[in-house]
């Protein structure tokens, strides 16, 4: 798997707020690979590792050799110690990369029901470099011929893992995907995937309507930013979120009365475990979009500061409130900590907190941290960066920062740090819920 490909976009995923911010737009891909099942039909292609050995009848499998040989270029590439030479295996593989792709489409273009072409187009969606601005055009094109030709393929959960994290929500082929797919696949499993993807797709959707609604204009001055903001709201084709996230909890809901034994989605790289069945997953999801989006008073937090002073976030009912998820070992987190202590400071005597929640695992990294980056609010000890109060929030990215108004309703959320296109929005936003 190409995981430098997979950091920048779980980076991406895990960076929805800071990244629309930066105008990032992440179309599809990252997973390189997936299996079949050993007692699948020999009729159902599907991606081959680099043992598989390709029938030379297969008027693709010159192609499919050439992917199998760029993960082995990635191979060599993690392999080798830091240094020159572990630059020149970087930069070979995404040379030899980026022009099997566009011969992929090509080929797969001719021969849409060759034997390996589902398998390659599966490792073209999922791409560690798909998102990249040159080839997000091939990513694209793969999804059309995944909607025209294998809707009914059995074997789509790493594709519809795909779609549903980093899809994007406004491309039609991607939606119309996984809609068939989890209307009419013959696999219950692929439905399930199918039903839970979309649900994932569809709640993005709402959180980025209502994050476009919620970005005051002085935030995206430039003509292409102000471009990007409008084409995305006539796109949606609906400025209301609440609508958009009924469908996606209708989705969730029917995950949990139909698929609630499906497995569900593995982890990725550097993630910790999910939930094994997709039922307990969409509960989490569906929780989410009931209590921790934009226009939802915030969930109650009790527990213990790092100090082991019991804290209560509802305590501070009347003043606008930033929760920030935060954690030494974070270097965004402490990216984001001059702005914050700038930001306690100017509005000092004001209706105004700041209130951290930490995620590291001993309380002596979290002090430390705190004393040498003169952090002087106060956050909740979350002993760790799972379970807990994170856990009740659902974050899944460290930092994740909520903004409160006075009555405790959500007004903002962001999902890791953009820089001063994310300082310049918490202040907006603050300073406008401060008027």
């Known amino acids: 798997m190409h995981k430098k490909g997979k950091r920048e976009r779980y980076a991406k995923l895990f960076s929805r707020g800071a990244g629309l911010a930066a105008m990032v737009v992440v179309v599809i891909g990252l997973f390189p690979r997936a299996g079949q099942a050993a007692d699948e039909p020999k009729t159902n292609a599907s991606v081959s590792d680099t043992k598989t050995t390709v029938e030379a009848s297969d008027p693709l499998g010159t192609l499919r050799r050439e992917a199998d040989n760029v993960d082995a270029a990635y191979a060599d590439y993690l392999k080798a110690p830091a240094g020159d030479e572990k630059d020149r295996l970087w930069n070979t593989y995404t040379q030899t990369n980026d022009s099997v792709i566009p011969k992929i489409l090509d080929?797969?273009?001719?021969?849409?029901?060759?034997?390996?072409?589902?398998?390659?187009?599966?490792?073209?969606v999922t791409n560690g470099r798909i998102s990249a601005k040159s080839l997000r055009p091939y990513g694209l094109q793969a999804t059309e011929i995944l909607r025209e030709h294998y809707t009914l393929q059995t074997n789509i959960s790493e594709i519809c893992r795909e779609f549903g994290f980093f899809g994007d929500p406004l491309n039609q082929s991607t939606v119309e995907f996984l809609q068939i797919a989890s209307a009419k696949n013959p696999d219950r499993a692929a439905r399930g995937a199918a039903t839970f993807a979309l649900a994932l797709l569809t709640k993005r959707k709402a959180e980025e309507i209502s994050y476009w609604e919620t970005v005051p204009p002085s935030i995206y001055t430039n003509a292409g930013a102000q471009k990007?903001?409008?084409?995305?709201?006539?796109?949606?084709?609906?400025?209301?979120?609440?609508?958009?996230?009924?469908?996606?909890?209708?989705?969730?809901?029917?995950?949990?009365?139909?698929?609630?034994?499906?497995?569900?989605?593995?982890?990725?790289?550097?993630?910790r475990q999910?939930?094994?069945?997709?039922?307990?997953?969409?509960?989490?999801?569906?929780?989410?979009?009931?209590?921790?989006?934009?226009?939802?008073?915030?969930?109650?937090?009790?527990?213990?500061?790092?100090?082991?002073?019991?804290?209560?976030?509802?305590?501070?009912r009347g003043k606008v409130v930033i929760v920030s998820f935060w954690a030494s070992w974070c270097g965004p987190c402490m990216q984001m900590v001059p702005h914050e202590r700038a930001m306690a400071e100017r509005l000092a005597g004001k209706p105004f907190v700041l209130i951290g929640v930490n995620g590291d695992s001993e309380k002596a990294a979290a002090k430390r941290a705190m004393a040498e980056e003169k952090m002087t609010w106060e956050s909740f000890w979350n002993g760790g960066s799972e379970g807990g109060i994170a856990g009740t929030w659902n974050v899944h990215s460290w930092p994740t920062v909520y903004v409160l108004d006075s009555k405790g309703m959500i007004r903002l959320k962001l999902d890791g740090y953009g820089g001063k296109r994310t300082d310049a929005l918490l202040d907006a936003v603050v300073d406008k819920l401060m008027e």
Do not use: H, M
């Open 107 to 124: 080929g797969v273009g001719q021969f849409p029901n060759a034997p390996t072409a589902f398998g390659l187009l599966e490792w073209v």
């Open 228 to 271: 990007a903001r409008a084409a995305f709201l006539d796109g949606a084709k609906t400025r209301d979120p609440e609508a958009v996230l009924r469908e996606a909890e209708q989705l969730f809901e029917t995950v949990q009365t139909n698929y609630a034994d499906v497995p569900n989605f593995q982890a990725g790289p550097g993630l």
């Open 274 to 316: 999910p939930e094994p069945t997709l039922g307990e997953r969409a509960s989490v999801e569906l929780y989410e979009c009931q209590q921790l989006t934009v226009g939802k008073v915030a969930p109650e937090i009790q527990g213990e500061d790092i100090e082991g002073r019991k804290l209560r976030l509802s305590d501070y």
